[in-house]
């Protein structure tokens, strides 16, 4: 692994542990010339995925852009940072496993949202207005109204 600092292709790893549930291997290394240190994590990658967006262009999967479209509508809210990581991981391990490369952005949309209902519904919403692109307030009324009608339902 190639130092950030110096750019030393030559690193040495100092600790390995599992993180996030298990999912990730932290580990923390040392470079040999200027003895800076850092922290990398290793997950698995079942294949290379290629988001196909609503305007039909395409571009590599990014775990990090996922990551961001999460932070933003759980900002502010009580939700750990663990949580959100194993969100992610939820989400790209079910892109992983559909068996195909190419996936839309609108799988992913509703990915995220089946994941953020079961973790945040404030963040739900707020993510939903966004998503589902809503204009006006009768819009979030409607939404939260068939929300809680099923909940009503799941609660019975």
């Given at each position: ?36 240190r ?54 790209i ?63 019975k």
């Open positions: 692994m190639k130092c950030p600092f110096c750019s030393n292709p030559d690193t040495q790893v100092k600790d390995s542990r599992p993180a996030e549930n298990g999912a990730t291997i932290r580990r923390r290394r040392t470079c040999g010339e200027c003895e800076a850092f922290t990398t994590f290793e997950r698995v990658q079942l294949r290379e995925l290629t988001v196909i967006k609503t305007d039909s262009s395409r571009e590599p999967f990014s775990r990090e852009k996922l990551l961001r479209s999460l932070h933003l509508p759980l900002q502010k809210r009580p939700v750990d940072t663990s949580d959100i990581e194993c969100t992610v991981n939820t989400i391990r079910k892109l992983e496993e559909s068996g195909n490369s190419d996936i839309t952005s609108v799988m992913i949309g509703e990915y995220v949202m089946e994941e953020l209902a079961k973790i945040d519904l404030v963040a739900y919403i707020r993510y939903a207005s966004i998503y589902k692109d809503f204009r006006e307030v009768t819009d979030y009324n409607d939404f939260v109204s068939n929300l809680n009608e099923q909940i009503k339902e799941n609660n």
